[in-house]
């Protein structure tokens, strides 16, 4: 299965720009254009990024590190893939601060996936939320090791 094409858009909403970031990160992406339309702390949702290779890691540092004078940005909804990248590249955050991040989330009865919103605001007190199926109202488990997904955290933003 292709990656998604990537893609961003804007939302203007009062005082805060949200971009929104979709699709793969990966060799196809050249980020220029839009470094150019940043002017001002924006808020990066990034729920819908998808996969990101080593080129699009390149891509996203240079990215961050260019709009950082107009920062410190903030990062929502970041996806498993963006996690994962924090918490391997020392320098992926830039000068932004994660607000929240996607947390994968299975049941152990009926096996359905679910991705929940965590807010990491608490840094290293971060707390994963108890949840329950909304089809089999089975408990709801974390779908890797808490310890490893919120390294990031205990290491400061």
């Not at 919103?117 to 994963?128: F, I, K, P, Y």
């Amino acid at each position: 299965m292709r990656p998604r094409a990537f893609r961003w858009s804007i939302e203007e909403a009062q005082s805060t720009t949200t971009i929104r970031l979709q699709g793969a990160l990966d060799e196809n992406v050249v980020l220029d254009e839009l470094a150019q339309t940043i002017t001002q702390p924006v808020v990066f949702d990034l729920e819908e990024l998808g996969t990101i290779n080593s080129v699009g890691v390149r891509e996203w540092v240079q990215f961050v590190d260019r709009i950082a004078d107009f920062g410190p940005h903030e990062l929502v909804r970041c996806s498993p893939a963006f996690v994962f990248q924090l918490n391997l590249i020392y320098n992926f955050l830039g000068n932004a601060r994660v607000q929240s991040v996607i947390a994968p989330y299975v049941c152990d009865s009926c096996k359905i996936e679910r991705n929940i919103e965590v807010d990491t605001r608490a840094g290293s007190n971060t707390v994963l939320p108890k949840l329950a199926c909304k089809t089999c109202d089975g408990p709801l488990s974390f779908d890797g090791i808490e310890s490893r997904y919120f390294l990031f955290l205990r290491r400061g933003q």
